[in-house]
T-cell receptor
């Protein structure tokens, strides 16, 4: 089993739609979690950290379910500019090494 | 504020040639530094990380090496490139909140 698994997509959604991605991780001792966004041929950029209590940043909501070992990202009112690959990232050991998922591709269409 | 630079942005090299990619960080001291490779359509693979000058940890056996001659400088090298070394090379540093921040990357094509 991969350390971090994501559905590669692509998820093709119309503008204004709500879309959700899940990501599962294998190490139950994982300490911290993040979502990164990567545009085509660019470097990944932090979208948001994922806290145990869940967190929201504008149209984006991240949730953590430790019992089932998954994290989720919800995007409301999708914009064309949300089209990108979303990377699920886990810190499995509490040190400074992160494990990246292979990403879920989102395409928002008119 | 902190910034991270990588160069060159794009590189085309013949098989068997040497490689040197440079990464520098500004606005922070004693950062943890990382080299990743992202092959086409694949996830990020951690190649090396460094917690200080001269301290390098290798994550996977390969044709590459890394060095950290100065606190905010991280270099990725190879003596002889292979076709399989093609990819998108990303340097990153860690902030106090464990978040990793990436440089703009170097796209390497080995022919």
């Amino acid at each position: 089993r991969k350390e971090v698994e994501q559905d590669p997509g692509p998820f093709n959604v119309p503008e204004g739609a709500t879309v959700a991605f899940n990501c599962t991780y294998s190490n139950s001792a994982s300490q911290s979690f993040f979502w990164y966004r990567q545009d085509c041929r660019k470097e990944p950029k932090l979208l948001m950290s994922v806290y145990s209590s869940g967190n929201e940043d504008g149209r984006f909501t991240a949730q953590l379910n430790r019992a089932s070992q998954y994290i989720s990202l919800l995007i409301r009112d999708s914009k064309l500019s949300d089209s990108a690959t979303y990377l699920c990232v886990v810190n499995p050991g509490g040190g400074n090494k992160l494990t990246f998922g292979t990403g879920t591709q989102l395409k928002v269409e008119l | 504020s902190q910034t991270i630079h990588q160069w060159p942005a794009t590189l085309v090299q013949p098989v068997g040639s040497p490689l040197s990619l440079e990464c520098t960080v500004e606005g922070t001291s004693n950062p943890n530094l990382y080299w990743y490779r992202q092959a086409a359509g694949r996830g990020l693979q951690l190649l090396f990380y460094s917690v200080g000058i001269g301290q390098i940890s290798s994550e996977v056996p390969q044709n590459l090496s890394a060095s950290r001659p100065q606190d905010r400088q991280f270099i990725l090298s190879s003596k002889k490139l292979l076709l399989s070394d093609s990819g998108f090379y990303l340097c990153a540093w860690t902030g106090v909140d464990e978040t990793q921040y990436f440089g703009p990357g170097t796209r390497l094509l080995v022919l």
